[in-house]
């Protein structure tokens, strides 16, 4: 075999686990977001649109957050702050019955 067919394996076998793991994690959150860059999971979300026309950006700002990055040590973070001048979605997931 190989090293590329290693690493592609091993990058396949990362994906797999970070799938699972977002599968296990996705009922304690509210909001699904996505920018051009990450995929995040939050309970708490705020969009702030700046400036006008083809200059307009996006600050985004996320608490009690998961980010989907397979390269990431730690996915669970307090807050997360992203600027983008792309396309940012965020979507509430339905609420739990209890």
Known sequence: ????EDLDRFEAEIELALY???RAVLPMFRYVV???RRFYLAN?????????????YFEVE?????????YRPARFVSS???V???DVNVEALPEKEL
């Open 84 to 86: 983008t001048f792309r």
């Open 80 to 82: 997360v702050r992203v």
């Open 20 to 22: 699972e793991e977002y």
């Open 1 to 4: 075999m190989s090293a590329e």
């Open 62 to 70: 996320l608490d009690d957050a998961w980010v989907w990055d397979m």
């Open 44 to 56: 708490q979300v705020s969009v702030v649109p700046h400036g006008d026309g083809p200059t307009t």
């Open 34 to 36: 996505e920018t051009e």
